[in-house]
Every structure is written in structure tokens, then in C-alpha cells.
């Protein structure tokens, strides 16, 4: 049988949505102790049509802030580890914008060291910008590192959310590429890495100067290899 949502969260849905929120939030509470036989679903489908309402709510007006959290914390709690994976990476998201930083990593790590899952990468992509925000690449070993990773993740994700931060990375690699070029063992690579996310960020932004300087800027330091590099 088809969902059926208590019929006083039905008529609130679009007038008041944060009324209905609650009521759902309620629902899912009194289902999850004694099901209900004027109730059509579970407490667990309840859960979360409250959490995927207040997320919408959410974003459009972040003063809903706490009823957000509550009805993620109140799905997490019920579905336990059944939960599901896009409902799971919004959650990290709304621990984020709600000023859980460090909380919302903790929820990122979980997703991003599992073997397998649709928001796997999608959540390293997601600790990678952290560590750009949190500017955690100061020494040249550190700034490799992320850049191979982003250079993976970015363009793999196709999404073009975050070039952004990422451009922030490369115009700073860029200021240091002098003292990066001598501390670094594996320079070429890490700059084909750059050059790869350059262009990635120019193709996202195709009518913005900074993509297109970031990728002139990066080909001039790509070569062959021997002394000064040249133009690929």
C-alpha cells in the first residue's frame, strides 16, 4: 500500500510546513511504540518524509535550522543503520550549514570510508573542500596530496559545486610554485594534476576570466620536463 500521511500533516504540507514537519516528527514517535492501524506505512517511512520536508524547508530559509536537525537526528535514530544513503549525505550537509563542522566530518568520514556507495566519493569530495576551508595543506607534502585527490574527485563527480574553493587552491599553489617546485619530489605530477583540475574548473565557468587564467597560468610551468617548462 502507498504512503499515507497523517491527514493533518497532508493539509499542512504547503501552507505550513513546519507545522507539518512536527506532526510527521510526532507520527513517526507513536508508530515506532505502537503501530497503528489508521496509519498505512511504517514509522521508519514517516521519519523520513519528515527529515526530506525539513530539508526542503531548510534550505530555502536556514532559520529552520533546529527543526532540520531534529527530524534528521529523530530518521537516524529510527532507521538505524538501514538508513538511506542521499538522506544520510543531506544530513551531513544540514550538520554543516547549522554550524556542526565538526560533527558533519565525522558523518562524511562514516560515508567515505565504506567499500562501496552511491555518495562515497561525493563525501571525499566533500572533506577535501573542508581541508581547503580549514586551509590543513600548509606544507608542500600536504598540498600534493589534496590536489591528487581533487583532481580525481572533482572530475569525476562532474560537478561544479565547489570549483570555487578549488580555484582558491590553485592560485595559491600558483603564488608558491617556486618553493613547491623544490621541496616537492613528484612536481610534474602534481602540476598535471592541477592542470587536469584547471581545466575542469574553465569548462564549469566558461564565460568567467578566473578558469581560463588558472589554466593559461598552470600551462605555462607543464613541459617536457627538462629546465624551464613550455607551453603544452
Not at 544513503?85 to 554543516?96: G, H, P, R, T
Not at 580525481?152 to 580555484?167: A, F, K, R, V, Y
Request: hydrophobic content about 35%; aromatic content about 6%; some cysteine.
Amino acid at each position: 500500500m502507498g504512503f499515507v500521511w497523517p491527514s493533518a500533516s497532508l493539509s499542512l504540507a504547503d501552507s505550513s510546513p513546519a507545522k507539518a514537519v512536527n506532526l510527521l516528527l510526532k507520527a513517526s514517535g507513536l508508530q515506532q511504540l505502537q503501530k497503528s492501524d489508521s496509519l498505512e506505512t511504517s514509522a521508519e517511512e514517516i521519519a523520513k518524509q519528515a527529515a526530506q520536508l525539513a530539508y526542503s524547508l531548510f534550505i530555502k530559509e536556514q532559520r529552520y535550522c533546529r527543526l532540520a536537525l531534529e527530524a534528521f537526528k529523530n530518521y537516524c535514530t529510527i532507521v538505524n543503520e538501514n538508513i538511506d544513503e542521499e538522506l544520510e549525505y543531506l544530513y551531513s550537509v544540514v550538520l554543516n550549514d547549522c554550524g556542526l563542522a565538526s560533527e558533519s566530518k565525522k558523518l562524511l568520514e562514516k560515508i567515505a570510508n565504506r567499500p562501496t556507495g552511491n555518495y562515497r566519493n561525493r563525501a571525499k569530495l566533500e572533506l577535501a573542500v573542508h581541508s581547503i576551508h580549514q586551509r590543513q595543506y600548509e606544507n608542500p607534502a600536504q598540498k600534493g596530496k589534496l590536489l591528487t585527490e581533487l583532481s580525481s574527485l572533482i572530475t569525476d563527480s562532474n560537478d561544479c559545486e565547489h570549483t570555487g574553493e578549488t580555484m582558491q587552491l590553485l592560485a595559491k599553489v600558483i603564488d608558491e610554485i617556486d618553493r613547491l617546485q623544490a621541496q616537492i619530489d613528484n612536481f610534474p605530477e602534481m602540476m598535471q594534476d592541477c592542470k587536469k583540475i584547471a581545466e575542469f574548473c574553465y569548462n564549469c565557468h566558461q564565460n568567467q576570466l578566473p578558469g581560463l587564467l588558472l589554466a593559461e597560468i598552470i600551462a605555462e610551468f607543464l613541459g617536457s620536463g627538462s629546465g624551464r617548462p613550455g607551453r603544452l
